[in-house]
Every structure is written in structure tokens, then in C-alpha cells.
């Protein structure tokens, strides 16, 4: 009885603490893991549903030298910071939403984007990782990635392009 | 005619508390290190795959350890020092001895930055006199049988008991 006296007398500070704890934390993780632009590639996906952490941990398995990481983030990161854009090396996007992004993206093989999922057979790549909404999906590659004259950026999307 | 003097913090009774002060301060000094060391560590294992459930063993791990010791700092260690500076003024300043049989009243107060006490009156032949005396006391007081009590600053210091 008294330690729960003593503990809601103090609430205000336990609460505190979580807070200041989580804060804290989640800065230090996300500091902890990540890794220059030069050393990373990211990709953006705007698409239903996707398995981030398991899709970046399948691709960094065949991870290419010169590259600590791969980061994988649903399109939220890009509607919270429209700076992300010009940052991110691939991105999956839905035929519908291909227009608002005019001009930000770099052609790949000669072309605007790469079909990624096609509805009409229902085939696409990395089906075990993303779930695809009714519409096409192209992936294209940031006209600011950092690894499109390496050739890694590219490397990544190939690999992308392969998973099942 | 006195009776024998039972002093409400014996020597023991102070060499057990400051122990008991080091104990916890030490206790919560190795967990908050521990603590630490182990959310380096998750951070520092963190991998792509690992690394969610990592930042929520760390959250999980710092926010107990955390409230732990906020506990322990507020409601042991630094209660525990209050008590012991109260108990240290008690054995030192002068003594005043007030006759009277010692009755706990409901009336406890929180005095700023020291000890919670207990208001008693002293019930003797005489007018009803009051004293206070540290809650953590109060009881033993009460069922020592005391016949009268000495007081520093109003604060039972000591009690008689008939020899």
C-alpha cells in the first residue's frame, strides 16, 4: 500500500523517465544504425503493406562492396520529409502516383521506371516481402542517388527485381 | 525518580541505517551501470534484422532500470538520510524531558526536506502536552510503556520506562 502511494506520488517523474527513456533510445538506435549516404542504399516503397526489416536483411545478404546497409521504408518517411526524395536511391511506386514525382527520378536502362508488379498476371517481385495494391508498380531510381554512377543503386534494383 | 532512559535511535539503530543507506546507494549505483552497460551493448549488436527488437529491449531495460532507481533514490536512500540527519540532531542537542504516558494522534506531518512525523500526546496527571515523534517510531513508542519522553525541539529524543 505504501508502495503504491510512494509511486503515484511521483508519477509525474516514472512517466518521465519512460518518456525521456524512449526518446532517448529510439535517437541512439536510429544513429547506431545507419550509415553515410555513400554507404547505404535506401528504398522508398508506396505500396499497401511491406516487410521493411525482412526485405533489407534478404537484400544485404548479397550486399555489394563499398555498401555497410541497406534501408528499406515504407513511403511515410517521404510524406513526413519531402527532403527524403531527393536522397533516396530506389523507389516503388504505383502507377497513380508516378505524376507527382515527375522529374525526380533517374532512368533506368534506358527507361522511366521498371515494371515492377503487374496486376493483370499478378506476378511481381519481392511478393514475399511487399504486398501490391489493383495497379501497376514501377521501381525507378532517385535522380539524387549517390550510387548511380557507381553502379550500386542499380546493382541493389537488379537484385530487387530477382527476389520472389 | 526516573526510571531507564531508552533512546529512540540506539547506536545500532544508527550504524543499521547508514548500512542500509550504503547498501541501496551501492544497489542502485551497480544496477544503473548494469543498465547501462546493457543497453550499450544491445545498441552496439543491433544489426538491420535486429535492430527493432534491439531499441525495445533497450526502452524496456532502461525505463525499468530507470524507475528502479528513482524509487529506491527517492523513497529509500534519501528518506533514509533524512532519517538518519534527524536521528544524528536527536543524539546531540539538548533534551528536554516531559512527563506524561505517549498516545499517537492521527495528525502526521511531512516536515520539508526531513522526516515524516506523528503527533502524540504526552497524558499524565497534568494538562495534555503534545511532542512529535518520526512515523517510522511512532509504534514502538507507543507500545513501549514510556512514562515520560525527552524532546529535542519538540521531537521525542529518548523515553523513560519504569525500571
Same mark, same amino acid.
Given at each position: 500500500?505504501?508502495?503504491?502511494?510512494?509511486?503515484?506520488?511521483?508519477?509525474?517523474?516514472?512517466?518521465?523517465?519512460? *518518456?525521456?527513456?524512449?526518446?532517448?533510445?529510439?535517437?541512439?538506435?536510429?544513429?547506431?544504425?545507419?550509415?553515410?549516404?555513400?554507404?547505404?542504399?535506401?528504398?522508398?516503397?508506396?505500396?499497401?503493406?511491406?516487410?521493411?526489416?525482412?526485405?533489407?536483411?534478404?537484400?544485404?545478404?548479397? *550486399?555489394?562492396?563499398?555498401?555497410?546497409?541497406?534501408?528499406?521504408?515504407?513511403?511515410?518517411?517521404?510524406?513526413?520529409?519531402?527532403?527524403?526524395?531527393?536522397?533516396?536511391?530506389?523507389?516503388?511506386?504505383?502507377?497513380?502516383?508516378?505524376?507527382?514525382?515527375?522529374?525526380?527520378?533517374?532512368?533506368?536502362?534506358?527507361?522511366?521506371?521498371?515494371?515492377?508488379?503487374?496486376?493483370?498476371?499478378?506476378?511481381?517481385?519481392?511478393?514475399?516481402?511487399?504486398?501490391?495494391?489493383?495497379?501497376?508498380?514501377?521501381?525507378?531510381?532517385?535522380?539524387?542517388?549517390?550510387?548511380?554512377?557507381?553502379? *550500386?543503386?542499380?546493382?541493389?534494383?537488379? *537484385?530487387?527485381?530477382?527476389?520472389? | 525518580?526516573?526510571?531507564?532512559?531508552?533512546?529512540?535511535?540506539?547506536?545500532?539503530?544508527?550504524?543499521?541505517?547508514?548500512?542500509?543507506?550504503?547498501?541501496?546507494?551501492?544497489?542502485?549505483?551497480?544496477?544503473?551501470?548494469?543498465?547501462?552497460?546493457?543497453?550499450?551493448?544491445?545498441?552496439?549488436?543491433?544489426?538491420?534484422?535486429?535492430?527493432?527488437?534491439?531499441?525495445?529491449?533497450?526502452?524496456?531495460?532502461?525505463?525499468?532500470?530507470?524507475?528502479?532507481?528513482?524509487?529506491?533514490?527517492?523513497?529509500?536512500? &534519501?528518506?533514509?538520510?533524512?532519517?538518519?540527519?534527524?536521528?544524528?540532531?536527536?543524539?546531540?542537542?539538548?533534551?528536554?524531558?516531559?512527563?506524561?504516558?505517549?498516545?499517537?494522534?492521527?495528525?502526521?506531518?511531512?516536515?520539508?526536506?526531513?522526516?515524516?512525523?506523528?503527533?502524540?500526546?504526552?497524558?499524565?496527571?497534568?494538562?495534555?502536552? &503534545?511532542?512529535?515523534?518520526?512515523?517510522?517510531?511512532?509504534?514502538?513508542?507507543?507500545?513501549?510503556?514510556? &512514562?515520560?519522553?525527552? &524532546?529535542?525541539?519538540?521531537?521525542?529524543?529518548?523515553?523513560?520506562?519504569?525500571?
Amino acid at each position: 500500500m505504501k508502495f503504491l502511494k510512494n509511486v503515484f506520488s511521483q508519477l509525474h517523474t516514472f512517466l518521465l523517465w519512460a *518518456l525521456v527513456s524512449f526518446l532517448v533510445w529510439s535517437w541512439i538506435f536510429t544513429f547506431v544504425n545507419d550509415a553515410p549516404a555513400a554507404q547505404k542504399v535506401t528504398v522508398y516503397c508506396n505500396v499497401p503493406a511491406i516487410e521493411d526489416t525482412a526485405l533489407a536483411v534478404k537484400l544485404e545478404e548479397h *550486399l555489394p562492396e563499398g555498401l555497410k546497409m541497406i534501408q528499406v521504408h515504407s513511403f511515410d518517411y517521404v510524406m513526413f520529409d519531402t527532403g527524403t526524395i531527393d536522397q533516396g536511391d530506389i523507389f516503388i511506386l504505383p502507377q497513380s502516383a508516378i505524376e507527382d514525382y515527375d522529374g525526380q527520378f533517374s532512368p533506368i536502362a534506358g527507361q522511366e521506371g521498371t515494371l515492377i508488379y503487374d496486376p493483370a498476371t499478378g506476378q511481381g517481385a519481392a511478393m514475399s516481402y511487399i504486398i501490391y495494391g489493383d495497379e501497376p508498380y514501377y521501381l525507378f531510381l532517385g535522380a539524387g542517388s549517390v550510387h548511380l554512377e557507381d553502379g *550500386l543503386a542499380q546493382q541493389i534494383a537488379q *537484385l530487387l527485381l530477382t527476389l520472389p | 525518580m526516573t526510571g531507564k532512559i531508552v533512546e529512540l535511535y540506539s547506536d545500532a539503530d544508527l550504524a543499521r541505517l547508514e548500512r542500509r543507506i550504503w547498501r541501496w546507494r551501492m544497489g542502485l549505483l551497480v544496477l544503473s551501470a548494469a543498465a547501462l552497460i546493457a543497453c550499450i551493448v544491445l545498441a552496439a549488436m543491433a544489426s538491420t534484422g535486429t535492430a527493432k527488437q534491439m531499441e525495445l529491449s533497450a526502452i524496456v531495460v532502461s525505463t525499468l532500470a530507470g524507475w528502479i532507481v528513482i524509487y529506491g533514490s527517492m523513497f529509500i536512500v &534519501t528518506a533514509g538520510r533524512r532519517e538518519l540527519a534527524h536521528a544524528q540532531m536527536l543524539r546531540e542537542e539538548e533534551r528536554t524531558r516531559q512527563e506524561g504516558k505517549p498516545a499517537l494522534t492521527g495528525q502526521r506531518v511531512r516536515i520539508k526536506k526531513s522526516i515524516v512525523a506523528r503527533r502524540i500526546e504526552l497524558r499524565g496527571a497534568g494538562p495534555v502536552r &503534545t511532542a512529535m515523534v518520526s512515523e517510522n517510531r511512532a509504534k514502538a513508542l507507543e507500545k513501549a510503556g514510556a &512514562t515520560a519522553v525527552y &524532546t529535542v525541539h519538540g521531537y521525542v529524543a529518548a523515553y523513560e520506562v519504569a525500571s
